[in-house]
């Protein structure tokens, strides 16, 4: 991909050490000089949505200080995010070789890489992947939605009577990890390894664009290569094992980690609007309403990365080839000139836009469906015991996590 990404596994504790620190100066620099996207990057619970409302209008497509195109405007992003010219990787970059340093005179885009064979495939293949996921849920949609709920279903007894719980760590994750395990038919009793290896992987997606501490890089490294390894063992020998391989391996990678956070954030979006729990409870509002909500007032994924594979004219702007472009994906799903009352949660929403989480031709657009699968059955499962969800406590989001804005400690009741 870009010059400054590399694979952590390639050099040592002190090479990685100085590459985490330099790309971390860099964008706290950058930050401190008023740039709004590495504001973002830097992930300092900034206000988000003053940052968005500053950069909407035009220029619809911006440079930032970081030297990259960033964009907020709905109709903008939708484009960028359909448009083949913009990939997730540029093939013709070579990887690059030493870390980058904060005296270095080229511009960090990218920090870290894994698998661009997994993360960085062509729209064309996510797709297809994608359409993998849908059929294996198509015929039997419903009965896997049942089952899912009856997990979650059977979490939220037990711990209902425990009083507050932690919503991620106690009922997001194991539920989601135990519904996509056994959707692979993978053993039953493997799924608190896959609890534990999904905990350390989740800050995949953020490294990407935001560099994590080098025991955070170092745990990350090594579950996400035991989740590929597991994965690629379990489909050994199935025809189609290849792509039946990236499914699986997208799912507990990537897709655990955005289904948790669609999860709790529907969670705290309904304990936050008693309005809006009443009219699920009632009927009156569906699952799906609150989770396609959720999607557009509280992505699980807030922005989403592209570089240019040749020159392109976006919104007016020369791009260059090899540049970054980036759709800022909460800010572009409360853009004023598609939703009305933006900021407001209404998950009876029936005119405007479409938000645009979960865009295809990407890691999670291929797991979509079954991300979203198993959010609805997490609220189906709250609404059929007439669980309201409060609040009991902070809530706390993990550090250097602009991506996905993961969930630390999400400490809920239910009545």
């Known amino acids: ?18 590459h985490l620190l330099a790309a971390r100066g860099t964008q706290w620099m950058r930050g401190n000089r008023g740039d709004p996207y590495a504001l973002l990057l830097r992930a300092q619970e900034v206000d988000a949505q003053r940052l968005f409302r500053a950069m909407r209008g035009r220029p619809e497509l911006r440079q930032s200080e970081s030297d990259v195109w960033v964009t907020v405007d709905h109709r903008l992003g939708s484009e960028i995010l359909r448009d083949p010219r913009l990939t997730l990787g540029d093939p013709t970059a070579r990887r690059r070789r030493r870390v980058f340093g904060i005296d270095s005179g080229t511009t960090l885009k990218h920090v870290l890489t894994l698998d661009d064979g997994l993360l960085a495939m062509d729209r064309a293949e996510y797709g297809r992947l994608r ?32 009083g507050t719980f932690d919503a991620m760590t106690d ?22 390894e896959l609890a534990a290896l999904c905990a350390d992987v989740a800050p995949l997606l953020d490294s990407l664009l935001c560099p994590p501490t080098l025991d955070g890089t170092r745990r990350l490294v090594a579950a996400f290569d035991e989740l590929r390894a597991l994965t ?24 655990v980690e955005v289904a948790a956070n669609l999860v709790c954030n529907a969670v705290l979006a309904l304990a936050e609007h008693p309005g809006e729990w009443d009219l699920l409870r009632s009927g009156a509002r569906s699952a799906s309403d609150v989770v396609e909500e959720t999607l557009r007032h509280r992505p699980p994924v807030r922005l989403e990365s592209r570089i240019a594979a040749r020159d392109v004219t976006l919104a007016g702007q020369e791009v ?40 295809d031709g990407s890691p999670v657009g291929a797991v979509g469906p079954a991300v979203r699968l198993v959010a609805e059955a997490a609220v189906s499962a709250l609404a059929a015991g007439g669980r309201a969800p409060v609040v009991a406590g902070e809530v706390v989001f993990r550090m250097r996590s602009p991506v996905v804005r993961g969930v630390a400690r999400c400490p809920v009741a239910v009545g």
């Open 171 to 192: 009922l997001a994750r194991p539920a989601v990890v135990a519904g996509f395990a056994a959707a692979a038919g993978l053993p039953a009793e493997r799924t608190t």
């Open 320 to 359: 260059d080839r090899g540049a970054q472009v980036v759709v800022l994906v909460e800010g572009a799903n409360r853009d004023p000139e598609v939703f009305a009352d933006p900021d407001r949660f209404d998950s009876g929403r029936r005119s405007g836009g479409v938000h645009l989480s979960l865009a």
């Open 232 to 255: 690629a063992k379990a489909t050994a020998g199935r025809d189609g094992s290849e792509a039946d391989g990236a499914v699986l391996a997208l799912l507990f990678t990537v897709g």
């Open 1 to 18: 991909m870009t010059r400054h990404q590399i694979d952590p596994r390639l050099f040592n504790d002190s090479d990685v050490t100085r």
């Open 131 to 162: 359409d993998l996921v849908s059929s294996a849920l198509g015929p039997g949609v419903g009965e896997r939605r049942a089952a899912a709920e009856a997990v979650f279903a059977s979490m939220l007894d037990r711990l209902a009577g425990a």
